[in-house]
């Protein structure tokens, strides 16, 4: 385990925990998938679990016999960055991370085919680009039995620092890919219905009977304020809706989900 105490986050070994944005991590030379970051022991334990592969770790001094140790212990032969409280807490949101973060290898992701291969419930994330609903939602995926997540590539990226830290690691334990603008032709060929949530006069209730009867269903979450687009409610087998009380109108897109996901469950 060596260990290289920092005194500036300029340091090479700091410098992608603080001074590259995301689109920098997913390029950085001589990882070809790229890197993301895992705030907090309990999220990177769930990544290792998962497979992650680490590159190094981030914390106080303090530390490295406290709330990292069991990181350290399971990581030995990768370098751990140390520096003061007063240093490390000039990276955004390092003060909700208890004091560790863990660069990794970004995964390689399946492809849509492997994902629904064994699956009944998916949902398709289309355009979200806020990062805490895009952890929420997967948060909800894997708690309330969905299947696997597929995002078109004008969502947000769910390794980013803030959706795996709200996801609790969830991004995870639920596998997902990104899916171009003609999911609904593939989803139809693996045998999916597709299901779009969308406030559409010709929409039927989330408990409509129907939807518990389809054996392998694909739920659509469009992004805030716009919702999903037409197209993508025309080419869904069904447009479907959740009741509302005291002239609410609608709900946050992760709220959503996650009544969806619970009604949908098998």
Known sequence: M????????????????AGLTGAQLRAVPGHQQGIFIAESPK??????NAGCEPVSILTEQKHIEGDAAGIIARCPDIPVYTGPRELLSQITGY??????????????????AEICRD?????????????????????????????????????????CRRAVRVSMGSVFLVPWTWVTGSYHTEL??????????????????????????????????????????????????????IPMSHQVDSLNVAAAAAVAFWELRR
């Open 119 to 159: 699956a009944q419930r998916i949902v398709v994330i289309h355009a979200v680009s806020d990062s805490t609903n895009i952890g929420a939602i997967f948060r909800s995926a894997a708690a309330l039995g969905i299947d696997g997540v597929l995002l078109t590539t004008d969502s947000c990226d769910p390794l």
């Open 43 to 48: 999220v990177i334990n769930v990544a290792l």
């Open 188 to 241: 139809s060929r693996l045998g999916f219905k597709t299901a779009a949530m969308a406030l559409s006069d010709d929409s039927i209730p989330l408990d409509d009977p129907v939807l518990k009867t389809v054996p392998r269903l694909a739920v659509i979450m469009g992004t805030e304020g716009d919702g999903l687009p037409a197209q993508a409610i025309a080419a869904s087998d069904y447009t479907v809706r």
């Open 95 to 112: 003060t909700l991370t208890r004091g560790v973060l863990c660069a990794m290898r970004r995964p390689t992701l399946p492809d849509v």
């Open 2 to 17: 060596p260990v290289i105490p920092i005194s500036t986050l300029d340091h090479p070994g700091a410098r992608m925990f």
